[in-house]
């Protein structure tokens, strides 16, 4: 990056450590599917459609909820640089047109809270190991729902066992009918699985132990073929924090919100001290979904379920440089 392309005066290092923190988001098959184009006066984050999932998102929802996540990110990279960041959500971002563009609103002054969420950035991990059997105190998911509303979501956790088993059937039985379509298992193994050199992808060491039958999570199996230990006399924790994160409404600009209130979620659990996996089945299929709106209760929007508890210590996943991240100023 040049210093004409720098964006609020603040230096290239500054730009570019702010993007590196935002491609720190999570993202299905860690697809990395954002890139920012960095203006004077702006920076816009559009969606990367080389990087779309068409078999297991083929609505681009989750492409959003992760560009939303990665907006979080970089919402707090640069007030920690000094900068008060103003977002707009972009209407049918796609193509040409960016999904946010963020403009200067001011300087910003420190904030401890926001140095513990910058801090949990960079140590956050989706840990798909099984967690210790220690249930999440009420004050922390008191938190954690406060975090999710701070951005204009909503958090149904789970509170009765009848809830927990109808999950646990809707996410065996989504899993079941994705295993069953070639196109989704195609696109699986594309992404995941490679041992080494790639800076996308799900590598074998950020999978969890190789699922068996009896496993009350069903989790996917990002080793496959690889020759993995398994994990003998593995055990789930028995009653892991449960969690639907829902948007109020539908559609492109409520994913991408969402996705900021995924992510203020995971980092806000980070600090926390829990650990936190994605059990995204029931929501991508969608026979399934309408069941698990129903079983649960929830009239709002479902966007993401996750499992949270406290865990041991995960390998990070590659990121791509940011340079790849970058798309070329439009010309004056
Ligand atoms: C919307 C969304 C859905 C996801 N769904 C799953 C899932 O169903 N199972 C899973 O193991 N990981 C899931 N992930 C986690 C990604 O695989 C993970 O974010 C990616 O590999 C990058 O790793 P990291 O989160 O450790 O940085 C999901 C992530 C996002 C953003």
């Given at each position: 990056m040049d210093e004409a392309t720098t964006a609020f005066g603040l230096t290239t290092t500054e730009i570019d450590g702010a993007l590196r923190l935002a491609s720190l988001a999570p993202s299905v098959h860690n697809s990395q599917p954002w890139r920012f184009a960095v203006l004077p006066d702006?920076?816009?984050?559009?969606?990367?459609?080389?990087?779309?999932?068409p078999a297991t998102d083929p609505e681009d929802r989750e492409l959003r909820l992760a560009c939303g996540a990665a907006l979080f990110n970089l919402r707090i990279a640069l007030e920690e640089s000094g900068i008060r960041p103003?977002?707009?959500?972009v209407p049918n971002g796609s193509g040409s047109s960016p999904l946010a563009v963020v403009r200067y609103g001011g300087r910003s002054r420190p904030s401890a809270q926001r140095t513990r969420l910058l801090?949990?950035?960079?140590?956050?991990r989706t840990n798909r190991r099984p967690f210790i059997d220690v249930a999440v105190p009420s004050g922390h998911r008191a938190e954690l729902v406060r975090a999710t509303e701070a951005e204009r979501a909503w958090l149904h956790v789970l509170s009765t066992g009848q809830e927990r088993a109808a999950l646990r059937e809707l996410v065996n039985r989504a899993h079941r009918a994705q295993l069953a379509d070639p196109a989704f298992l195609a696109e699986f193994t594309a992404w995941t699985g490679h041992a080494g050199g790639r800076q996308d992808g799900?590598?074998?060491g950020s999978a969890g132990p190789r699922p068996e039958p009896q496993d009350e999570w069903v989790l996917r199996d990002f080793a496959a073929g690889?020759?993995?230990?398994?994990?003998v006399g593995k055990d789930f924790e028995s009653q892991p924090l449960l969690a639907v994160l829902c948007s109020f409404h539908e559609g492109d600009l409520a994913q991408v919100q969402a996705g900021q209130a995924l992510q203020r979620l995971l980092l806000t659990a980070t600090t926390l001290g829990l650990?936190?996996?994605?059990?995204s089945q029931p929501i991508e299929v969608p026979s399934v979904?309408?069941?698990?709106?129903?079983?649960?209760?929830?009239?709002l929007t479902p966007?993401?379920?996750?499992?949270?508890?406290?865990?041991?210590?995960?390998?990070?996943?590659?990121?791509?440089?940011?340079a790849d991240l970058l798309l070329p100023q439009p010309a004056p």
């Open positions: 702006r920076i816009e984050l559009h969606a990367d459609p080389e990087r779309r999932l103003l977002t707009t959500l801090r949990a950035a960079r140590g956050r799900v590598p074998p690889q020759g993995r230990e398994r994990v650990a936190a996996s994605f059990l979904l309408a069941e698990l709106r129903h079983a649960l209760g929830i009239t966007q993401a379920v996750l499992r949270l508890g406290f865990g041991s210590a995960v390998p990070a996943t590659p990121r791509r440089p940011v």
